[in-house]
């Protein structure tokens, strides 16, 4: 049988988190960033359902940190890495029945803007933690450029996967052939562009997420001036086009931060086994998108947590995690 990468809402052994652990990543905010990405393992760990929550660190400093702030049960290891985007540079657990594999991808600082030491290495460190036998694949890729449904579909953005800054000499087939035989599905939704001014080059898991078989949620545009109307707009084209069932989800609108407009975004949810963590900004639909994601998940329970300063490094609670099916 084909192993493959199973949607967010199948059961999870454990899952690992990104704890900030480099100042220059963080300037003036990583105190602020490490009580958020805390508060968002103690709250998936609050009712895990048997979801183990391990808190990845950098350094002996950052564990004590992380150790202060996490919740008793909550686990912390040390690893080194660059930076906290587990969902990109940590490995990805394919499976089918009790067969579990660890699929570990190169990377390349997401298009060679932010290379840091230790992040080609922490997908294969984190595999062997667990000892799952590693299947090194030779390509430049990033987990949260991809969202499974469950049903043998993946859907991702042309901006990011088809980006020259990562695999220039592989053409649209030839990534689709690896995204099938690396990580087993069948089909794959091509969105267009990702968010505005996302440094990920428009990573998929901050637009467009499953949340069902051949259900996908995307934003509405909040308002004449929300900078990703088009781009939503596009999506929910594409999306439909190829027979998918299209919900929607507000937008927290135009966000500004220093005068430029920031890719917040509610798309950005982690799904536990018992919860679903949402980020939220302090804006006016914050409520709202909770409730809308909700009643997505009403076997879980959904909760929205301020994500304003890891949103600051350039991702949300999607970003820094990583999950690993039973």
Not at 29 to 48: K, M, Q, T
Not at 120 to 128: H, K, V, Y
Not at 134 to 156: H, M, N, P, Q, S
Request: glycine share 10%; hydrophobic share 45%.
């Amino acid at each position: 049988m084909t192993l493959t990468m199973l949607p967010e809402w199948a059961p999870h052994e454990r899952v690992w988190i990104g704890f900030p652990s480099h100042e220059p990543e963080w300037p003036g905010v990583l105190d602020l960033a490490r009580r958020e990405v805390a508060a968002f393992a103690n709250a998936v760990h609050a009712d895990g359902a048997g979801e183990a929550v391990h808190l990845i660190a950098a350094d002996v400093q950052s564990a004590e940190a992380a150790r202060a702030l996490a919740a008793p049960g909550v686990i912390v290891e040390q690893h080194v890495f660059g930076d906290i985007w587990l969902r990109d540079t940590g490995p990805i657990i394919v499976a089918t029945g009790a067969d579990r594999q660890a699929r570990h991808f190169d990377n390349n600082g997401w298009g060679g803007k932010y290379d840091l030491p230790g992040d080609r290495e922490i997908g294969g460190i984190l595999a062997d933690t667990i000892s799952l036998p590693v299947t090194r694949c030779d390509w430049i890729f990033e987990g949260g450029a991809i969202d499974a449904g469950g049903t043998g579909l993946v859907v991702t953005t042309e901006q990011c996967v088809l980006n020259p800054n990562r695999n220039p000499d592989l053409t649209r087939d030839e990534i689709e052939a690896r995204l099938k035989g690396d990580l087993g599905f069948d089909r794959v939704l091509w969105l267009g562009d990702g968010l505005l001014n996302d440094h990920t080059d428009g990573h998929v898991d901050n637009l467009a997420r499953f949340v069902g078989p051949n259900r996908l949620a995307l934003p509405v545009a909040e308002g004449e001036d929300d900078p990703n109307a088009a781009i939503y707009a596009d999506a929910k084209a594409r999306a439909e086009a190829m027979g998918v069932e299209v919900v929607p989800i507000p937008s927290p609108g135009r966000v500004i931060r220093n005068g430029e407009v920031i890719p917040a975004s509610y798309m950005n949810f982690y799904i536990g086994n018992a919860v679903v963590v949402v980020p939220v900004y302090g804006t006016a639909n914050d409520d709202a998108a909770v409730a809308a994601i909700q009643a997505f998940f009403p076997d879980r329970k959904a909760v929205g947590l301020r994500a304003d300063h890891i949103l600051f490094g350039g991702g949300s609670f999607h970003c820094i995690s990583q999950q690993v099916p039973r």
